[in-house]
């Protein structure tokens, strides 16, 4: 095994979208057809556009020329606060490993590739959603649960 970890680019678009779905079926189950046709659309509108105005990157593990593994970043900016002083803001997600890659350090390698990024893009604050099986790792990386709970609704 000889992985390799870079920055996504525009070819590698049809693979960040079957992650991204094998990502989704894993958190929400198997979802209608055309909920999945939507999601797909959807994502092969957004990935072009957001790795181009650069407010999403993405890193890809690639075993010789296969990617096994992919993570991406969302860049945005907020009115600046306390934690985050300039409003440079970095959302992990994506974070998905092919099953028979698992646990031998893939996710690590693209959490702390990921985590260069934010640093070169001046992100002051980065945050995610954790899975069961993914807390380990990103407590391993300094991620702890914030006080303040989220709420969210809806609207669709």
């Given at each position: 095994m000889n992985i390799q970890f870079c920055e996504a680019s525009v070819s590698d678009i049809p693979?960040?979208?079957q992650h991204r779905l094998d990502f989704l079926e894993i958190v929400s189950?198997?979802?209608p057809a055309e909920d999945v046709e939507r999601v797909?659309?959807?994502?092969l509108q957004y990935f072009?556009?957001?790795?181009?105005?650069?407010?999403?990157?993405?890193?890809?593990?690639k075993d010789d020329a296969q990617i096994v593994a992919t993570g991406g970043m969302i860049l945005y900016r907020r009115?600046?606060?306390?934690?985050?002083?300039?409003?440079?803001?970095?959302?992990?997600l994506n974070m998905y490993t092919?099953?028979?890659?698992r646990r031998q350090g893939i996710g690590?390698?693209?959490?702390?590739?990921?985590?260069?990024?934010?640093?070169?893009?001046?992100?002051?604050?980065l945050e995610l959603h954790a899975s069961s099986d993914g807390e380990s790792l990103y407590r391993r990386f300094g991620f702890h649960v914030h006080p303040v709970?989220?709420?969210?609704?809806?609207?669709v």
């Open positions: 693979v960040l979208i189950g198997v979802q797909s659309a959807n994502l072009p556009a957001a790795l181009a105005d650069g407010s999403f990157k993405a890193v890809v593990a009115p600046a606060n306390y934690n985050s002083p300039n409003g440079r803001v970095g959302y992990i092919v099953p028979t890659y690590y390698g693209i959490m702390q590739r990921l985590i260069e990024i934010a640093k070169e893009e001046s992100v002051d604050v709970t989220n709420m969210v609704v809806k609207l």
